[in-house]
């Protein structure tokens, strides 16, 4: 079933992920997996917002007890196909950047994922491009219940320095073409997407500012650095999974 409700806004992302479909390794939501199974109680809900194609829903519908699964995206193509990839599952058109998110999704649940969205969220400058990742953290806390969690899978990496240095230098070759530049392999790239990166301290201190919120649990996998970022200044690569629950009202 989807709501056809638009987002209106997330437009440059949304250009993006209609004509590009990434596949991202499932071994980054190992955490995730390992919390549901754990904690997750008959009746429990869940909304993955920026949910693609489907992928990470089916992992979860095949690996944790959460039965109630539902997908959220700006992508019409994509939740058609999350649609066939999870059976069952209820998709929703819209943004994190929506300021009525609550309407798009229409009821709250016992777990909200946003799974590698954040640094998708980018304005004209890196503080602009961190106010809309604070405005989509809190859109989406406000889906989460009362004694239920948000989780926040995101790439990290270090120093901010460098990361902003490859924030300018992607949006400034993306005035120049709209086609994605690859360096030396796929993920070695400037041009579209323009991304704005947290670390993973960074990342904590975020959602530890989100009203009633408790750090359940925190994980930083790192990752080995290619070459080619060293170059750059990147010191640090890493998936960061953090789970943070909600105490209150």
Same mark, same amino acid.
């Given at each position: ?103 798009? &999704?229409?009821? *709250?649940?016992?777990? !909200?994922?946003?799974? =590698?969205?954040?640094?998708?969220? %980018? /304005?004209? $400058? ?100 290619? &070459?080619?970022? *060293?170059?750059?200044? !990147?010191?640090?690569? =890493?998936?960061?999974?953090?789970? %943070? /629950?909600? $105490?209150?009202?």
């Amino acid at each position: 079933m989807t709501d056809a409700a638009s987002s209106g806004r997330d437009e440059r992302t949304q250009r993006y992920f209609d004509q590009n479909t990434p596949t991202y390794s499932l071994g980054r939501y190992e955490a995730v997996v390992a919390f549901l199974r754990e904690h997750a109680a008959p009746g429990a809900s869940l909304l993955d917002i920026g949910c693609g194609a489907g992928n990470v829903l089916k992992l979860l519908a095949e690996n944790s007890p959460v039965r109630d699964l539902n997908g959220l995206d700006v992508s019409a193509s994509y939740l058609t196909k999350c649609a066939a990839a999870v059976p069952g599952c209820t998709t929703h058109l819209g943004s994190i950047l929506d300021p009525g998110l609550h309407a798009v &999704a229409g009821r *709250r649940f016992t777990y !909200v994922l946003v799974g =590698a969205v954040l640094h998708h969220l %980018v /304005g004209g $400058t890196r503080a602009e491009s961190l106010r809309l990742a604070q405005q989509g953290l809190r859109n989406a806390w406000s889906l989460v219940e009362p004694g239920g969690a948000l989780i926040i899978m995101e790439p990290t990496f270090r120093p901010h320095g460098a990361m902003s240095m490859v924030f300018y230098v992607k949006r400034l070759v993306s005035r120049v073409t709209s086609r994605r530049v690859a360096i030396l392999g796929y993920w070695n790239n400037l041009g579209e997407p323009v991304v704005s990166y947290f670390s993973h301290e960074e990342l904590n201190y975020q959602a530890s500012r989100l009203p009633h919120a408790k750090l359940v649990s925190g994980i930083k996998k790192t990752k080995s650095l290619p &070459a080619i970022w *060293r170059l750059a200044g !990147v010191s640090e690569r =890493a998936d960061s999974v953090l789970i %943070v /629950g909600k $105490t209150g009202e």
